[in-house]
């Protein structure tokens, strides 16, 4: 058992020394990416960014132990191995980086075998943000985080109408009621939008949601995570602070103001159907 442990992880120190510093992410074409459902393990590479591949923490061998036994009960009843896929974004010299799935890619390798089930995302980069502000309009913009603020956890009567079956296959997140008046207004009162998540949503997926809802967002970062450990993004953000010296970071409970680093802070009483149009009371309140 310790020969193995010592194994995977001279293995995973070998990857890192090999794509650390090298690899750069590549844009995934989107037939490509809907097309591609399975890969092999040997395709996908450990992130040089991600606590599974730190000497000091490493994989969790208890957690791969399970794994294991998970793969051997689903092939002994002819199961999918993995009930979700493991998120991967492709990358430059070779193959697909690991953004989430470690440790079932693991075991896996462990158990020998040859193809995962993946999904293919386009984080947001550097080079996307650097286009973001090249077609932004505006000096001021507005904030949101996308699953805590904009998205819903399920179907209900605080979020928007459902779209067509085909479109809500396609794309199963539930946009909170009055997200796309809330835009529009924002948009018509010299707002550009940009909205944020830590989760692996592709850019383009992200992008045609809210397409389908007829709103304009001019920014949209997803992957968030990586921000602290990727130079070129921590650039970004003086690029961004120069273009908006106004910002309105707007949350479920509050809306913050923030101008020549002055914050202004305001509660939002509604919660329910009324919260969209709290949020432009308190705007209008700013604009006084």
Same mark, same amino acid.
């Given at each position: 058992?310790?020969?193995?442990?010592?194994?995977?992880?001279?293995?995973?120190?070998?990857?890192?020394?090999?794509?650390?510093?090298? &690899?750069?992410?590549?844009?995934?074409?989107?037939?490509?990416?809907?097309?591609?459902?399975?890969?092999?393990?040997?395709?996908?590479?450990?992130?040089?960014?991600?606590?599974?591949?730190?000497?000091?923490?490493?994989?969790?061998?208890?957690?791969?132990?399970?794994?294991?036994?998970?793969?051997?009960?689903?092939?002994?009843?002819?199961?999918?191995?993995?009930?979700?896929?493991?998120?991967?974004?492709?990358?430059?010299?070779?193959?697909?980086? /690991? /953004?989430?799935?470690?440790?079932?890619?693991?075991?896996?390798?462990?158990?020998?075998?040859?193809?995962?089930?993946?999904?293919?995302?386009?984080?947001?980069? &550097?080079?996307?943000?650097?286009?973001?502000?090249?077609?932004?309009?505006?000096?001021?913009? &507005?904030?949101?985080?996308?699953?805590?603020?904009?998205?819903?956890?399920?179907?209900?009567?605080?979020?928007?109408?459902?779209?067509?079956?085909?479109?809500?296959?396609?794309?199963?997140?539930?946009?909170?009621?009055?997200?796309?008046?809330?835009?529009?207004?924002?948009?018509?009162?010299?707002?550009?939008?940009?909205?944020?998540?830590?989760?692996?949503?592709?850019?383009?997926?992200?992008?045609?949601?809210?397409?389908?809802?007829?709103?304009?967002?001019?920014?949209?970062?997803?992957?968030?995570?990586?921000?602290?450990?990727?130079?070129?993004?921590?650039?970004?953000?003086?690029?961004?602070?120069?273009?908006?010296?106004?910002?309105?970071?707007?949350?479920?409970?509050?809306?913050?103001?923030?101008?020549?680093?002055?914050?202004?802070?305001?509660?939002?009483?509604?919660?329910?159907?009324?919260?969209?149009?709290?949020?432009?009371?308190?705007?209008?309140?700013?604009?006084?």
């Amino acid at each position: 058992m310790e020969q193995e442990k010592q194994t995977l992880r001279e293995f995973l120190a070998s990857e890192v020394k090999k794509y650390k510093g090298v &690899a750069v992410p590549v844009r995934t074409g989107f037939l490509k990416r809907k097309l591609i459902k399975q890969l092999p393990c040997r395709k996908l590479h450990p992130n040089p960014d991600d606590e599974f591949t730190f000497p000091e923490i490493g994989p969790n061998d208890g957690i791969i132990s399970d794994y294991v036994e998970h793969i051997r009960t689903c092939q002994n009843y002819g199961m999918p191995i993995f009930d979700e896929p493991l998120i991967v974004q492709q990358i430059r010299p070779d193959g697909y980086m /690991l /953004l989430n799935g470690h440790h079932r890619w693991a075991a896996a390798m462990k158990m020998g075998i040859r193809k995962v089930p993946v999904e293919i995302v386009n984080l947001t980069q &550097a080079v996307d943000i650097k286009k973001m502000l090249k077609n932004s309009k505006n000096h001021m913009r &507005a904030t949101l985080d996308l699953d805590e603020v904009v998205f819903r956890p399920s179907r209900d009567e605080l979020t928007e109408s459902p779209q067509s079956v085909f479109f809500r296959r396609r794309y199963p997140e539930h946009l909170r009621l009055g997200i796309p008046g809330l835009f529009s207004y924002l948009n018509l009162h010299g707002y550009d939008i940009w909205v944020y998540s830590a989760n692996y949503y592709s850019l383009e997926h992200i992008r045609r949601l809210f397409l389908l809802y007829h709103v304009n967002v001019t920014g949209i970062v997803t992957g968030t995570g990586r921000k602290s450990k990727d130079p070129s993004m921590k650039k970004m953000d003086s690029m961004i602070a120069e273009q908006y010296p106004v910002t309105v970071n707007i949350d479920e409970k509050s809306v913050v103001r923030i101008e020549n680093n002055n914050f202004d802070e305001y509660q939002v009483a509604e919660s329910g159907a009324g919260w969209s149009a709290a949020v432009m009371d308190i705007i209008e309140k700013m604009k006084k």
